[in-house]
């Protein structure tokens, strides 16, 4: 079994944050008895369950495999993308249910996800050629734009209707995942699994960065306002502005 070089030490920190942030969303969801807010609490701490579980995985090595390509041995935590695979889809319906979008919206954003995770981890395992790798990327890539763009298009629709501080809060979690989430393909492609300019060390640093603020970062932001999370459970739309 391969063991991570210099860079588990960001493995480490990220494990460290994760479980810290899953601590702090138990202590600010402890006294909450409203079953709709109960759900944004859940699903954030099994958000950053996963997450801590999969860093303490690759940090002792277990979620660490090895490719030859091109003559090239690589370096692939497989355990990132069983990560996501789980933690995206739920950090997708953190902000779908708060926006309160319709099914088939929730269905074609998860829908995407998996499709862009899976097709990611086929790109990090294919050792035919690099070629073949970054062409798997490009699809992957691809699934994400679309993925983005039904992000802003759909939710953005449906949080119209809702209480102003909620819509704010729609925009905000909006706009940190898509900065955030079109910064992970550039890792990619830069980094030891795609064209090999950054070495695995800065590209594990930079995931660990991405991940706590996508995860930890977006939690706290959702999490932060228990008064907004009233307005989101209210069923109520919001009050048309008067002329």
Do not use: H
């Amino acid at each position: 079994m391969p063991q991570p070089g210099s860079e588990s030490i960001w493995l480490w920190i990220g494990t460290a944050g994760m479980t810290l942030g899953m601590l702090y969303f138990i202590g600010r969801g402890w006294g909450v008895r409203d079953t709709e807010q109960e759900q944004f609490y859940v699903i954030t701490i099994f958000i950053t369950a996963i997450a801590a579980a999969s860093y303490f995985s690759m940090a002792t090595g277990f979620g660490l495999t090895e490719i030859e390509v091109a003559g090239d041995t690589l370096d692939i935590y497989w355990a990132r993308y069983a990560d996501w695979l789980f933690t995206t889809p739920l950090l997708l319906l953190d902000l779908a249910l708060l926006a309160r979008v319709d099914r088939n919206t929730i269905a074609t954003l998860i829908g995407l996800d998996v499709f862009m995770i899976v097709t990611g981890l086929v790109g990090a395992l294919v050792t035919e050629s690099v070629a073949f790798r970054l062409a798997w990327w490009g699809i992957s890539t691809a699934a994400l734009l679309f993925l983005l763009y039904f992000l802003v298009q759909g939710l953005s629709e449906m949080a119209d209707e809702r209480p102003a501080e909620v819509n704010s809060l729609v925009s905000t979690l909006q706009g940190i995942l898509v900065v955030l989430w079109i910064a992970y393909p550039i890792v990619w492609i830069v980094g030891t699994e795609g064209l090999g300019y950054v070495p695995l060390y800065a590209e594990t640093a930079a995931f660990m960065v991405l991940d706590l603020s996508a995860k930890v970062g977006f939690g706290f932001v959702l999490l932060r306002s228990r008064s907004v999370l009233d307005a989101a459970t209210d069923v109520q739309p919001a009050s048309p502005t008067a002329d």
